[in-house]
T-cell receptor
Framework: TQLLEQSPQFLSIQEGENLTVYCNSS?????LQWYRQEPGEGPVLLVT?????EVKKLKRLTFQFGDARKDSSLHITAAQPGDTGLYLC???????????FGEGTQLTVNP | GAVVSQHPSRVICKSGTSVKIECRSL??????MFWYRQFPKQSLMLMAT?????????EQGVEKDKFLINHASLTLSTLTVTSAHPEDSSFYIC????????????FGPGTRLTVT
C-alpha cells in the first residue's frame, strides 16, 4: 500500500489570506485527486491531475502535480469563509484503481 | 452527471442485527465500486473494492464474513454489516468509478450507522 502524507492537518486563517496544502509520498501515483468534504457528507471531487508537472486552476484554487508524480499541492488565494471544510488528497495507485487518501486538512476561514 | 447515491443516509440498529447499505451510480455505469469507512475527524479508510460480477477484494484487517459486499449490476453495490456491534458504528461511504473515464471516482453522500 502506498502512503500519502498530507499537511497541515489543521489550518485556521482569516478571510483574504492565502494558504497551501501539501501531499507527499515516496511512491509514484498514476493520478492524484483532490476532494472537499463537508461534515456528514461524502467527498466532492475538485480536480484530478495526471501528468507530472501539471497545473490546474479552479477559480481561486490552484492544483499542482509534482514532476515525479509523487507529490501535489493545493493553493487557495484570498480564502473566503465558504472555503471552510475538510480537504483530502488521494492518489491512485499505479497497480490498480485503489485510492490512497491523505490524512486530510481541516481548513477554517474566519470572517 | 456522475451522481452516486446511498441508502439509507442514517440507520440505527440493535447489536446483533444486520444492516444493508446500498450504493447506486445514477447516471453512469460503474464497473468498480469502493467501500470506505470514516471515523470522526479522520480520513477515509478503504474497506474493499467491488467489481461487477466478481468477488470483492478486501483490505487487510477487514473481515469479509462480517462486511458482505455484492455488486450485482453496473449501477448497484451493497454492503451488509452482519451481526453488528457498537464498534461498527461509523460513517460508511461508497465511491464509483465511471468506466468511461480513466481516473475519476465519485463518492456517495455516506451512511451514518449507529449500533446500540
Amino acid at each position: 500500500t502506498q502512503l500519502l502524507e498530507q499537511s497541515p492537518q489543521f489550518l485556521s486563517i482569516q478571510e483574504g489570506e492565502n494558504l497551501t496544502v501539501y501531499c507527499n509520498s515516496s511512491s509514484v501515483f498514476s493520478s492524484l485527486q483532490w476532494y472537499r468534504q463537508e461534515p456528514g457528507e461524502g467527498p466532492v471531487l475538485l480536480v484530478t491531475v495526471v501528468t507530472g508537472g501539471e497545473v490546474k486552476k479552479l477559480k481561486r484554487l490552484t492544483f499542482q502535480f509534482g514532476d515525479a508524480r509523487k507529490d501535489s499541492s493545493l493553493h487557495i488565494t484570498a480564502a473566503q469563509p465558504g472555503d471552510t471544510g475538510l480537504y483530502l488528497c488521494a492518489g491512485e495507485e499505479t497497480s490498480g484503481s485503489r485510492l490512497t487518501f491523505g490524512e486530510g486538512t481541516q481548513l477554517t476561514v474566519n470572517p | 452527471g456522475a451522481v452516486v447515491s446511498q441508502h439509507p443516509s442514517r440507520v440505527i440498529c440493535k447489536s446483533g442485527t444486520s444492516v444493508k447499505i446500498e450504493c447506486r451510480s445514477l447516471d453512469f455505469q460503474a464497473t468498480t465500486m469502493f467501500w470506505y469507512r470514516q471515523f470522526p475527524k479522520q480520513s477515509l479508510m478503504l474497506m474493499a473494492t467491488s467489481n461487477e460480477g466478481s468477488k470483492a477484494t478486501y483490505e487487510q484487517g477487514v473481515e469479509k464474513d462480517k462486511f458482505l459486499i455484492n455488486h450485482a449490476s453496473l449501477t448497484l453495490s451493497t454492503l451488509t454489516v452482519t451481526s453488528a456491534h457498537p464498534e461498527d458504528s461509523s460513517f460508511y461511504i461508497c465511491s464509483a468509478k465511471d468506466g468511461r473515464w480513466a481516473y475519476e471516482q465519485y463518492f456517495g453522500p455516506g451512511t451514518r450507522l449507529t449500533v446500540t
